[in-house]
């Protein structure tokens, strides 16, 4: 296993800064591992690296390891390469990979790179028939392109490019329902199965975040009393993240647009969380 790469760079360049936080890097890992349920696409993924038989893996927007590591675990000979802007959430995936020791994977973690940027792009090395791996980092690309940053249109163009001919692209993400109102309604549903799933986990998170952020714990409290608040923190978060979450009719024009066959798997208890395989 490689070492963690950690740029000088102070702060996540994206203003996701939360994600800089070694705290609540160490929550958010905490807590999506039971929101999100990581396994869901596993399986899928992994059948499909395994038929294509691709050896490279590339995760932009990596994190610690949410969704990578359990995809690793399932597969062998396998040389991974994963990017985020955060050195916080960077080295909870390390630690992870070192107590893990996988045999055959080899696996590299690189922080500080503002995935975003033109140029940060540019630098990454074509795959040529792998794997590009992309979960809950897209939102963070605007709609609109900018002289420096990234359209997401203009990414997924890249990461197409960076698959290369007969690779594949995996992107796990939420998108809004139309119209607004059923959004509304399965944004509340979402909201139940969070708080639902912290009351399931709450001895798990009591004892992992006593310690190191006994006031999120208080939060998740007050969340499984009045799970109404969940609406009101969601958006707040979205805000803060800077997240763009495109309608569902607006992502598949996008993917449309790319001119390569791609399906979307629905997550098996989350609406409007879906895996969307690109074929390059
Ligand atoms: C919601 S987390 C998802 C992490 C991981 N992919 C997973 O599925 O568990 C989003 C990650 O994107 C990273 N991120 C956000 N904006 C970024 C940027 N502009 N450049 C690089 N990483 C960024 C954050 O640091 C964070 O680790």
């Known amino acids: 296993m490689g070492n963690a790469e950690q740029s000088t760079r102070a702060g996540n360049p994206s203003g996701a800064a939360e994600f800089d936080n070694p705290t609540l890097a160490l929550v958010y890992d905490l807590t999506q591992s039971c929101v999100i349920d990581p396994g869901c696409f596993v399986e899928t993924i992994v059948r499909e690296i395994r038929s294509l038989r691709a050896r490279r893996i590339l995760d932009l927007g990596c994190g610690t390891g949410l969704q990578?590591?359990?995809?690793?675990?399932?597969l062998d000979a396998v040389e991974y390469l994963g990017i985020d802007g955060s050195a916080a959430m960077v080295s909870i995936f390390q630690r992870k990979l070192d107590e893990w020791q996988g045999q055959g994977i080899s696996a590299q973690l690189r922080?500080?790179?503002d995935l975003r940027t033109r140029s940060a792009v540019a630098s990454l090395d074509p795959l040529h028939g792998g794997a590009v791996l992309v979960s809950q980092f897209l939102q963070y690309h605007p709609?609109?392109?900018s002289p420096e940053i990234l359209a997401k249109s203009e990414m997924l163009q890249r990461l197409v490019d960076l698959a290369g001919g007969g690779g594949r692209v995996f992107i796990i993400e939420d998108v809004m329902?139309?119209?607004?109102?059923?959004?509304?309604?399965?944004?509340?549903?979402w909201d139940r199965a969070v708080v639902t799933r912290y009351r399931e986990n709450l001895d798990q998170l009591r004892s992992s975040l006593d310690q190191v952020a006994p006031r999120y714990l208080d939060v998740i409290g007050k969340l499984?009393?009045?799970?109404?608040?969940?609406?009101?923190?969601r958006e707040r978060r979205r805000r803060t993240r800077g997240e763009t979450i495109l309608p569902l009719s607006a992502w598949q024009k996008l993917l449309g647009n790319l001119d390569r066959p791609f399906r979307m798997i629905p997550h098996r208890d989350l609406a409007n969380f879906y895996l969307t395989v690109i074929e390059c």
């Open 68 to 74: 990578a590591l359990p995809v690793l675990q399932s």
């Open 111 to 113: 922080a500080g790179v």
């Open 143 to 145: 709609v609109e392109p």
């Open 177 to 189: 329902d139309e119209p607004e109102s059923s959004h509304a309604l399965l944004s509340s549903q």
């Open 224 to 233: 499984i009393e009045r799970p109404a608040l969940m609406s009101t923190m």
